[in-house]
């Protein structure tokens, strides 16, 4: 006798409080069968998400969330950011029944360190770039004497999105190597800066890749690109992302199979391997090289702004999907419709942004969201009067779809040129792969 379907949750609670919560909590609300999305903590603008709630919990409170997940009878958490998944949140919730779409602390470790992740694709056989772990300063420096070349130096633990240097010069390579291990990193709680990777530059597009995974199927989405450099013309230091769009068409059908076969299946097989029942998306960002397609890093959760620029793209039966994962049931999940649409954000910084910013200023906005422009909010607070101020690096993503990506950036452009806070920094030129005008 056949399974019954996978359910909808009617309860979800999304963990986190940036722009990818915001924009997560957005679309499941939207799905057919779910009666109310908690958002924790959230940001200023929860409340403007209709469906959505606000619960004032930090994601590092772990008693505190399991205190809401059954308060409020949640039939699926949704885990949004990588440190609370590093932190072992999923396990501590799945052992009180609750179904969790996020991996567990030891599956986290594909994100928590660069060393552990690289070897398990060594292991695999997955195409990376060649490596070298060091644990310390005079290691590190000894392997770039020895190479001769700059090496792409990255912090081996979670760092922000902070930790990684793509060096052009051998000196740049041995100044990040020295700030590295001189503490850069010490404030956090991972002690990333405890070790590094030095790796082979790889050179070609980037691309981001999403597999929704429930321990042993996936579900993959349309790929994203994203852009890092603060700078227009791709220029600058990099940032968390100054904007996406999707679908990238440097992986067609054919490219996002060979995607799905050469890193993808390859890598659920290992972590099988390994013992470890991953059930959360897997992001491959990956380097499309002239041999074929080559993976920067993995994550453990969704890219941010790609996450905002995905979402209005995929259909109503998310929610679903999700809870198929997170009970290793995605054989019984219906398939995830996705828009044949095109997706464009642009995210609004703060002044200052990746550096010291500017914080607390209004913000006001004539944006009248529709179903084809959306405003998300990232690193905003609202203050007890209702109104609302910049609190972090990315304040704002505005987000919109059309049937071409002229027409989409066009509509998302015009939607930015309604917001205004203070030194609000934008690039004009996200999507310059992909536009004609």
Known sequence: ?????????????????????????????????????????????TPDLSGCRQLAIAESDQAGLISACRDQAIELVVVGPEAPLAAGLADTLRATGVPVFGPGADGAQLEASKHWAKA????????????WPAS???????????????????????AAGKGVTVAETLEEATAAVAEIFDGRFDANADAAGASLVLEERTFGPEVSVFALCDGERMVLLPPAQDHKRIGEGDT??????????????????????????LVLEPT???????????????YAGLMLTESGPSVIEFNCRFGDPECETLMPLLGPELAQVLLACATGRLDQAPPLTISAGCSACVIAAAQGYPGTIRQGDPITSQLEPSAQLQLFHAGTRRDSDGSCRTSGGRVLAVVAQAD????????????????????????????????SR
Not at 4 to 24: D, H, Q, W, Y
Not at 120 to 126: N, T
Not at 136 to 158: H, M, N, T, W, Y
């Open 236 to 261: 600058g230091p990099n940032t968390g992302g100054m904007g996406a769009y999707a679908p990238a068409p440097l992986l067609d059908a054919q490219g996002l199979n060979e995607v799905r076969r």
């Open 136 to 158: 310390s300063c005079a290691q590190a420096l000894q392997i770039l004497e020895r190479e001769g070349r700059p090496l792409v130096v990255k912090a081996d633990g979670l």
């Open 1 to 45: 006798m056949p399974s019954a379907p996978c359910p909808t949750p009617a309860k979800i609670l999304v963990i986190g409080g940036g722009g990818r919560e915001n924009a997560l909590g957005w679309a499941l609300a939207r799905c057919s069968g779910v009666e109310a999305v908690w958002i924790a903590p959230g940001n200023g603008g």
């Open 268 to 282: 659920v097989a290992a972590l099988r391997a390994r013992g470890i029942d991953y059930r959360g998306v897997i």
């Open 120 to 131: 398990l694709m060594l292991e695999a056989g997955i195409p990376t770039a060649g490596y």
């Open 404 to 435: 071409d990506f002229d027409s989409a950036f066009e509509r998302a452009y015009a939607g930015l040129a309604q917001v205004h806070f203070e030194g609000m920094t934008a690039r004009r030129d996200i999507g310059h792969q992909v536009r």
